[in-house]
């Protein structure tokens, strides 16, 4: 039962540099979403997908973008890498999103550091 | 205005005692679902309880119960008999059920360490 899988676990970006994080599910969830995570400040939304093809801004979209173009991933682009997007990202998937009992399922997390 | 709020930033617990953690919310939308995630020190989420808004009785899944108090806008977690293997973060959400698509809102989180 793999469920959520993010890759990389850990990177270290140069200031500038460009990177994808991946993320795949394998429960045919048609919800899927980017947090982060920072010290002290819980999870910020960053982007969700309804659907293949159906992208939506969170809380902090700026400097990130995302695609769907198949239900089972949900990569999240860092085009110009700044540290303030150094954090622990994670990303997670729901059956339905219709109804407040959805339960999130989440990856395990990627560590990224921007020097 | 912070949707979901977590006031104690650290508990410590001694093992065997029951410990509860404090969450507030703020929402207008008379549908909405209360989640409670623990993230250990290995860093994944880890789904605990869940509670609805119209649901009429407390919700418990072993030794977690949630402690709802619709009026209050309260829903506390109690952990019954501490573990050394609840020492984690945990972190209180929310999604709201409206008309529309909602995703989940995150408080900041309280840690929580139990001592032998």
């Known amino acids: 039962n793999a469920g959520v899988t993010q890759t990389p676990k850990f990177r270290i970006l140069k200031i500038g540099q460009s990177m994808t994080l991946q993320c795949t599910q394998d429960?045919?969830?048609?919800?899927m979403y980017w947090y982060r995570q920072d010290p002290g400040m819980g999870l910020k939304l960053i982007y969700y997908s309804v659907g293949a093809g159906i992208t939506d801004k969170g809380e902090v979209p700026n400097g990130y973008n995302v695609s769907r173009s198949t239900t089972e991933d949900f990569p999240l682009r860092l085009e110009l890498a700044a540290p303030s997007q150094t954090s622990v990202y994670f990303c997670a998937s729901s059956l339905l999103n219709r109804g407040p009992s959805t339960e999130a399922f989440f990856g395990q997390g990627t560590r990224l550091t921007v020097v | 205005a912070q949707k979901i709020t977590q006031t104690q930033p650290g508990m410590f617990v001694q093992e065997k005692e029951a410990v509860t953690l404090d969450c507030t919310y703020d929402t207008s939308d008379p549908s909405y679902g209360l989640f409670w995630y623990k993230q250990p020190s290995s860093g994944e989420m880890i789904f605990l309880i869940y509670q609805g808004s119209y649901d009429q009785q407390n919700a418990t899944e072993g030794r977690y119960s949630l402690n709802f108090q619709k009026a209050r806008k309260s829903a506390n977690l109690v952990i019954s008999a501490s573990q050394l293997g609840d020492s984690a973060m945990y972190f209180c959400?929310?999604?709201?059920?409206?008309?529309?698509?909602?995703?989940?809102?995150f408080g900041k989180g309280t840690m929580l360490l139990v001592s032998p």
């Open positions: 429960m045919n969830h048609n919800y």
């Open positions: 959400a929310m999604r709201e059920g409206g008309s529309g698509y909602s995703t989940l809102t």
